[in-house]
């Protein structure tokens, strides 16, 4: 079966302070990519970052990196010194080679404290 | 206009009426996808079109109907919805090689529109 999970439903979070979300995924796929997208409270869904399976060094986007684990089967982001502005619904997702049907977590929401 | 645009952005509309959403993408993506987002759910895709053929339908009742008359524009027309419908409605769009695989892995999405039914 393929599917994401991520077990945190909620976090809060100081301003400034360094946050892992977290996301295991389940595929027999050998090629795959795996996604992160940020869901603000206004609805639109933002690319944030991408790993592909074979890459070899974890991906990183300015202030966004991704801690891929490939032997563990997780991915997950981690958002280095938090902003308000971070406060939103992360979903992490992954695309299996063998069809282009992105498969979805069901979120995290993340809370960043003043 | 930049990347993936909907409207409108928001819909209330009772369970006799008809009315259609739209989505526009300027990304010159070959792929464009309905997707629903209910309150605590995953995301569920709808429908999936491919160089403007439907290539996937996931058991969405026919209350909803989608369209692509190009490559760069989806319809989703609705008719006859149920209050269960009422839900964010999100486009997104993607390229993909003829076989429909992936090219690029990204999906862009557009802002969405939140659907309610009275």
């Known amino acids: 079966a393929q599917k994401i999970t991520q077990t945190q439903p909620g976090m809060f979070v100081q301003e400034k302070e360094a946050v892992t979300l977290d996301c295991t995924y389940d595929t027999s796929d050998p090629s795959y990519g795996l996604f992160w997208y940020k869901q603000p409270s206004s609805g639109e869904m933002i690319f944030l970052i991408y790993q592909g399976s074979y890459d070899q060094q974890n991906a990183t986007e300015g202030r966004y990196s991704l801690n891929f684990q490939k032997a563990r089967k997780s991915a997950n982001l981690v958002i280095s010194a938090s902003q308000l502005g971070d406060s939103a619904m992360y979903f992490c997702?992954?695309?299996?080679?063998?069809?282009?049907?992105?498969?979805w977590g069901a979120g995290t929401k993340l809370i960043i404290k003043p | 206009e930049t990347g993936v645009t909907q409207t409108p952005r928001h819909l209330v509309m009772g369970m006799t009426n008809k009315k259609s959403l739209k989505c526009e993408q300027h990304l010159g993506h070959n792929a464009m996808y309905w997707y629903k987002q209910s309150a605590k759910k995953p995301l569920e895709l709808m429908f999936v079109y491919n160089f403007k053929e439907q290539t996937e339908n996931n058991s969405v009742p026919s209350r909803f109907s989608p369209e692509c008359p190009n490559s760069s524009h989806l319809f989703l027309h609705l008719h006859t919805l149920q209050p269960e419908d009422s839900a964010l409605y999100l486009c997104a769009s993607s390229q993909v090689r003829p076989s429909g695989r992936q090219l690029t892995y990204e999906q862009y999405f557009g802002p969405g529109t939140r659907l309610t039914v009275t």
């Open positions: 997702a992954m695309l299996p080679d063998s069809n282009y049907q992105l498969i």
